[in-house]
C-alpha cells in the first residue's frame, strides 16, 4: 500500500515530462507517447533473483525444445548447469553497469510520433523489483565422470555366485540425478563402459567375467561353424544362457556387436560382432595383467589370440593402449585413458610422465576426450606442450623440459 501511495504522488506532471526532454534536448515528437517511470520498492528483492546468460545451445534447449535445465551441484565441487546433452560450467560474472529488474515494464508499445505537446504524453509508474551487479556466465566444460566410474567399480558384477548383497549399487535415477553432467553424456559414458542394467541396478561387469563371457560367445561360433559376421543371435543366447545369465548374455552381445539382416516385418536374429571391439577386448586381456608387452610379440600373440577372420590394427587399441617405439626393445604400454586426470594440465603431466615425446596422432585420443566446443586437439596441445622436429616428423613434449 505504501508504494503505492508513493506511486501516487511521485508521477511526475506531463509538463515536467517534457521539460525533461527538453533539458536532455530531445523532441516530443521523437518519443513514445506512453511514458513509463520508474520508482523503487522499498524492499528490493536483491538476492531473489539470477540472470543467467542464455547462449545459443541453452536458448535452443528452452524456445525449440521446450525443454528444462537442471542445475546440479553437491558439496565439494562447483555446481554445473545441464540441458539434455551438454553441461556448462557456471560462473557468477560481475557486470559494470547494474542492470534494474522491472516485472511491470511495458516494451512493445505502439510508437506514436505525433506528440505535438505535453497534453498528449501518458504517464504511467513502474517499480524496479531488483538490482543485478552481477550474472551467471555458463562455460561448455566435459562432464567429469570419474567419481561415477569409481562409485560403480566398488561393485562390479563377477557372476551370481559372487554377489554381494551389501556393496553400493546405483539406480539410473540416482546416476542421473547425482552426477554432474548431462543426462545424454552419462547415458553415453555408461555405453561406453558398457555398463548393464541388473535387478534395477547400473553394473559394471568385471573384467575376468566379461572376457569368459566374450570367450565363450567366440568358442560357440568356433564350435559350430559360424560366421562372425553372421550368426544366430537367438539361438547364441538360448545355448549360453546355460552358463550365464540370459541378459548377460543378451548385453554382452549387443554391446559388442549389432543387428545385420532383418525380416519384412523389421525383426531379425542375424547378428555381427564387431570386430574392432572383440580384437580391441583381446588386446586389453593380454595387456592388463602384464601393463607392457614386447611389442613385437604382442602384436603376433594378438593376432593369433582374435576370434578366426578378425583382423588386428593398432588403431584398434587407440585411447587403451600405445606403442613406445622409444624404449629397447619396442614396448606396447596398457596406458587407458578412464584412468587419466580429468584436469587438462593434469592430463598433460601424465602424458609426458609415461612418455617424454608424442607425435599428434598418437598424442590425440587421449587429448580429444578433453575437446569442448569449437577447442580441437591441435589448440590444447599447442597451449600445454611444446613441440620440436626430429628426423622429419614432429613431436610434442612438456613446455618444461629441454630435449
Not at 543467467?52 to 541453452?58: F, S, V
Request: with cysteine; charged share 25%.
Amino acid at each position: 500500500m505504501e508504494d503505492n501511495e508513493s506511486e501516487a504522488q511521485s508521477v511526475t506532471e506531463a509538463s515536467l515530462v517534457a521539460k525533461i526532454l527538453q533539458f536532455a534536448k530531445l523532441n516530443l515528437s521523437s518519443v513514445n507517447n506512453d511514458v513509463q517511470q520508474l520508482f523503487f520498492s522499498r524492499s528490493l528483492q536483491n538476492n531473489d533473483v539470477k540472470l543467467l546468460e542464455l547462449n545459443p545451445t541453452i536458448e535452443k534447449q528452452i524456445s525449440e525444445n521446450g525443454g528444462k535445465l537442471h542445475l546440479k551441484g553437491n558439496a565439494t565441487d562447483n555446481c554445473v548447469l545441464c540441458t539434455a546433452e551438454h553441461t556448462f560450467e557456471v560462473k557468477d560474472t560481475e557486470i559494470s553497469n547494474s542492470l534494474l529488474l522491472v516485472p511491470g515494464v511495458v516494451l512493445d508499445l505502439d510508437k506514436n510520433n505525433s506528440v505535438k505537446d505535453d497534453k498528449m504524453l501518458s504517464l504511467r509508474g513502474t517499480h524496479v523489483e531488483s538490482i543485478c551487479g552481477s550474472y551467471l556466465e555458463p562455460r561448455l566444460i566435459q562432464p567429469k565422470v570419474n567419481v561415477l566410474l569409481g562409485i560403480l567399480e566398488s561393485s562390479v558384477y563377477d557372476g551370481p555366485e559372487k554377489e554381494n548383497v551389501d556393496s553400493v549399487k546405483l539406480t539410473l535415477t540416482d546416476i542421473l540425478s547425482n552426477t554432474l553432467a548431462s543426462d545424454g553424456e552419462i547415458e553415453k559414458v555408461l555405453f561406453n563402459l558398457h555398463a548393464i542394467e541388473l535387478d534395477g541396478y547400473i553394473r559394471l561387469i568385471h573384467f575376468d567375467y566379461l572376457s569368459r563371457v566374450i570367450g565363450s560367445i567366440a568358442d560357440l561360433i568356433d564350435e559350430n561353424c559360424w560366421c562372425f559376421k553372421s550368426f544366430d543371435h537367438g539361438m547364441a543366447i538360448s545355448i549360453l544362457s546355460e552358463l550365464y545369465p540370459r541378459a548377460v548374455i543378451k548385453h554382452v552381445l549387443e554391446s559388442h556387436g549389432s543387428a545385420v539382416a532383418a525380416t519384412e516385418d523389421g525383426s531379425t536374429d542375424s547378428w555381427c560382432l564387431d570386430e574392432d571391439k572383440v580384437c580391441r577386448y583381446y588386446a586389453e586381456m593380454l595387456l592388463k595383467p602384464t601393463q607392457k608387452f614386447n611389442l613385437t610379440e604382442f602384436l603376433d600373440a594378438w593376432k593369433d589370440s582374435v576370434p578366426e577372420g578378425m583382423i588386428t590394427s593398432l588403431s584398434q587399441l587407440d585411447g587403451m593402449a600405445f606403442a613406445d617405439r622409444t624404449s629397447e626393445p619396442a614396448v606396447m604400454r596398457y596406458f587407458p585413458v578412464e584412468q587419466l586426470s580429468e584436469d587438462v594440465k593434469k592430463r598433460f603431466e601424465e602424458l609426458f610422465g609415461v612418455k617424454k615425446s608424442w607425435t599428434l596422432q598418437e598424442i590425440t585420443p587421449y587429448v580429444k576426450p578433453l575437446c569442448v566446443g569449437k577447442v580441437t586437439v591441435s589448440v590444447l596441445v599447442m597451449k600445454n606442450a611444446r613441440s620440436f622436429n626430429k628426423a622429419g616428423t614432429k613431436y610434442f613434449t612438456s613446455k618444461y623440459i629441454r630435449n
